[in-house]
């Protein structure tokens, strides 16, 4: 049995997308959970498309270091939230992947590599391609598609 304290967030993410994908927008949120966070997020206007294997697919998911989601494809969300100095994919920002369909995704996770309070001015970026969880120093996901500012609730 699941026994975790989902009460109210504490911290909250606005993801808007790049010029380039200027209808995704999501919502993410941070609840504390016995000295770690469980992270809740929901998109909408996430790029889909037809393959041979469906219609949806993954998108890379972080939390990344820089407090702003500004500069050419967001570069001043800098890099991955990484306050223990691992490698990829043990930063404490790298997350699961969202699974988008049609557009879609939602995703709740539990992580004890942080609190809600760690990551308040921190960012939460979308990546246009699936985290590799091998290539150093951040996943080779691709072009930076969402970003959004993680903020006190």
């Known amino acids: 049995m699941l026994n975790c304290s989902f009460g109210r967030p504490v ?3 606005r993801l808007n997308g790049s010029e380039e994908y200027r209808g995704l ?3 993410v949120y941070f609840y504390p959970d016995r000295g770690g966070c ?3 997020v929901r998109m909408n206007g996430l790029p889909s498309g037809s393959t041979e294997c469906g219609k949806c697919r993954f998108f890379a998911f972080h939390i990344h270091e820089g407090g702003a989601c500004t500069g050419e494809g ?3 969300a800098g890099m991955h939230y990484d306050p223990g100095s691992c490698s990829h994919p043990n930063h404490a ?3 699961p992947p969202l699974l988008g369909c049609n557009g879609r995704a939602f995703m709740a ?3 004890e590599r942080f609190t809600p309070w760690d990551v308040i001015g921190k960012t939460v970026i979308v990546h246009e391609g699936v985290d590799d969880f091998t290539s150093q120093p951040a996943g080779n996901a691709g072009k930076r598609i969402a970003c959004g500012v ?3 609730m």
């Open 11 to 13: 911290a909250y993410a």
């Open 25 to 27: 927008i999501g919502d």
């Open 38 to 40: 469980i992270v809740s």
């Open 74 to 76: 967001f570069q001043d």
């Open 93 to 95: 920002g790298d997350l």
């Open 109 to 111: 996770v539990l992580t």
């Open 150 to 152: 993680i903020s006190p």
